[in-house]
């Protein structure tokens, strides 16, 4: 009887890891959904929760163990000047509630957030030398990424000189807003073309086409909130860093917020949950980011995401009633 149990466990853990390769790679690669990312997520945290219960039986390509991206042909290479991660996931007010608690007392004391939109696009790292904009890159498997440096020009508000002479690897999401999605997808079915499934799948294709007038043509706009090695005069917060980005010409998204405790930063996600359908480019969640970068340091990473931030997932608003059913087709 228990052996009956334990074997079943491994297979499902087996199957779990295969199906959601499968999706990653729909996903990642083709930019397709066969299933919703509220589905996504409901299988890789079955998979989390059965790895977490047996350590040994992680099988070294499980999507818990690396960054999803995989990379396509087509695209020179780029390594990253630190890893680009991914975020752990928070449903509710609990997992909230745990992060906050695991960050502080790691940390000592009380600390600040500061809550983001997270944007549903694509993750791009973008160079700058002595103030040029040499190179642009997707996240890729988190060390390397492709080079989409000429679809990345075709962005209208990514400035291709600074307003000071800085170096460094700023990261940031690159997206469609739903206006130009709506007014592309019209287009398209006028021209008899099967119209793009979501405003992400749609900036991620247009920025992974080897010819970038069809970037062009998809008219992405980007959000940039991080850096990567820039020297020693960095912004030592999370809000000045976005301070800094205007300064020095790079956009990034005024909606956010900082918070002290557990109450604001739900009443921020709330408020945000809310606004996102009035908001003129779509999100699926908030990040939830230590304020301060020496305590983010001190935390550390994972082998897969920062120690430092969460991304609080809302619910999807289409059916989820697929799930059972997905769950043992492959
Ligand atoms: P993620 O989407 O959960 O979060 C990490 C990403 O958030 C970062 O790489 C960055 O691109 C983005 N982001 C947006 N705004 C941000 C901000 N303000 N600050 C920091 N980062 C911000 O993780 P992931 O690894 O990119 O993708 C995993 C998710 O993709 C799954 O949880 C699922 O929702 C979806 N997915 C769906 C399918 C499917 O078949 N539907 C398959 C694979 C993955």
Request: proline share 4%; charged share 25%.
């Amino acid at each position: 009887m228990v052996e009956t149990h334990t074997n079943d466990v491994k297979q499902r853990m087996h199957q779990l890891t295969d199906l959601l390769n499968h999706y990653a790679y729909q996903y990642y690669v083709l930019d397709q959904s066969e299933i919703t990312d509220y589905e996504y997520d409901q299988l890789y945290h079955e998979l989390l929760k059965l790895e977490a219960a047996h350590p040994s039986w992680i099988r070294s390509d499980s999507p818990t163990q690396r960054v999803g991206d995989q990379l396509l042909e087509g695209f020179s290479k780029v390594s990253h000047a630190e890893p680009m991660y991914s975020l752990s996931n928070a449903f509710n007010r609990a997992d909230l509630a745990a992060f906050i608690e695991r960050c502080e007392a790691l940390a000592g004391r009380s600390l600040t957030y500061m809550c983001e939109c997270k944007i549903d696009g694509l993750a791009v790292a973008l160079t700058y030398q002595d103030g040029k904009f040499i190179r642009g890159a997707t996240r890729g498997d988190g060390t390397v990424g492709e080079d989409i440096t000429s679809n990345l020009k075709t962005i209208k508000s990514l400035p291709l000189r600074l307003n000071e002479s800085v170096s460094g690897e700023f990261r940031g999401e690159a997206y469609m807003p739903k206006a130009v999605f709506q007014q592309l997808n019209e287009t398209r079915e006028q021209q008899g073309q099967a119209p793009f499934a979501n405003p992400r799948n749609a900036a991620a294709g247009g920025l992974r086409q080897v010819d970038p007038r069809a970037a062009s043509e998809r008219q992405l706009n980007i959000f940039m909130y991080g850096v990567a090695q820039a020297g020693s005069d960095t912004p030592t917060s999370q809000a000045q860093l976005f301070d800094w980005l205007k300064t020095i010409g790079l956009r990034s998204n005024p909606e956010r917020q900082l918070c002290q405790t557990l109450d604001e930063i739900w009443h921020y996600i709330e408020h945000i949950d809310e606004l996102r359908h009035s908001l003129p480019y779509e999100i699926d969640g908030v990040v939830i980011k230590v304020n301060d970068v020496a305590v983010q340091s001190e935390l550390g990473y994972t082998v897969k995401s920062p120690r430092w931030a969460i991304a609080y997932k809302f619910k999807a608003e289409v059916a989820e009633t697929t799930v059972r059913e997905v769950e043992w087709t492959v």
